[in-house]
């Protein structure tokens, strides 16, 4: 979303057309930046943390926003992938992140992706835009589907 909101104002388009954006949708969706603009950078569902890329580790994401670190929420790969989201440190009630932004590669040579999990994170992305493989996750089933898009 960073990405299509930063080609909207004419920065990094051509980071946009690396990742999978095209003109068209570009020019079609440009329509909708204010209302992308304003989504939340984290959403909670029940015990579960949905965020783009994933939290600083033992920190409120809501501290992060507050402190003017909401581009980890986006953008952030490391140390969140190794050490995981470490929720024990700032919260009870939340068990699991969930987030994309690192396809998980089962075998490289092969292109394979699939579901990253690692003790209370979930990682999600099946790299659509070069897979054409969309994941989900359902919270309360504690099950993934994936789509052919």
């Known amino acids: 979303e960073q990405m299509y909101l930063d080609a909207c104002e004419g920065y990094r388009v051509d980071v946009w057309f690396n990742n999978g954006g095209n003109y068209l949708e570009l020019d079609q969706l440009s329509l909708h930046s204010n209302w992308v603009r304003n989504l939340p ?68 040579l092969l292109g394979q992706v699939n579901v990253s999990q690692k003790g209370d994170r979930i990682g999600i992305d099946s790299g659509a835009y070069f897979t054409d493989i969309l994941t989900s996750y359902n919270t309360t089933q504690n099950t993934f589907t994936q789509y052919t898009v």
């Open 41 to 108: 950078i984290y959403m909670v569902v029940g015990d579960t943390l949905f965020t783009h890329a994933g939290t600083w580790p033992g920190v409120d994401p809501a501290e992060s926003i507050a402190a003017g670190k909401a581009d980890g929420l986006v953008w952030l790969r490391e140390p969140f992938m190794t050490i995981g989201p470490q929720l024990e440190k700032w919260t009870d009630s939340l068990k699991r992140v969930v987030h994309g932004h690192t396809p998980f590669f089962e075998d490289e």
